[in-house]
C-alpha cells in the first residue's frame, strides 16, 4: 500500500480523505470522510497508482479494498472496525473471485455486504466498486 497516498483535510467540521483521484475535485467528493466516530467510505474501484486496471476481477477486487484501508487509516480508523460493505461489479456471475477476496480481507470481521450486478461503472475498464462504512471507538 506504499503507492497510496492519502492526504486528509478538514472541512467542515469533518475529516476528509483524499486519493488524489481526479474524479474528487471534478465531482466535488471525498475519498472518505469521518464525521465523529463514523468513516464512510466513496465508491473505490481498483485502480492501480499508475492509472491502469488490471483484468483480473480478483486483483481489482483487492486493490480497491487496499485503497478503502489506507483511507479508513488516515482517518484513525481500522479495517477491522469496518461494519458494512455494498460491492458493484459489472458481472456478477463471477461473484466468487470478488467473494474470495472479500473473505481474505473481512472473514473474521464478517460485515454486512451486499454485491450487485451493474451495466457499467463510470471508467470502462473497471470491474468492481466497493463502499465500506466503519465505527471508530
Request: glycine share 8%; net charge negative.
Amino acid at each position: 500500500m506504499s503507492d497510496i497516498n492519502i492526504t486528509v483535510t478538514d472541512r467542515h467540521g469533518r475529516q476528509c480523505a483524499s486519493s488524489g483521484s481526479a474524479w474528487e475535485p471534478k465531482m466535488g467528493y471525498s475519498r472518505a470522510v469521518r464525521a465523529g466516530n463514523t468513516i464512510a467510505v466513496t465508491g473505490t474501484v481498483g485502480v492501480n497508482a499508475d492509472g491502469s486496471y488490471s483484468d483480473s476481477l480478483a486483483d481489482q477486487t483487492r486493490r480497491s479494498l487496499e485503497i478503502i484501508q489506507a483511507a479508513l487509516e488516515a482517518l484513525g480508523g481500522r479495517i477491522e472496525q469496518v461494519y458494512r460493505t455494498r460491492m458493484y461489479v459489472t458481472d456478477v456471475s463471477l461473484w466468487e473471485e470478488v467473494a474470495s477476496v472479500h473473505g481474505e480481507v473481512f472473514g473474521d470481521i464478517r460485515p454486512a455486504t451486499t454485491i450487485v450486478e451493474v451495466t457499467r461503472l463510470i471508467d470502462d475498464a473497471a470491474l468492481i466498486e466497493i463502499e465500506a462504512d466503519a465505527l471508530v471507538s
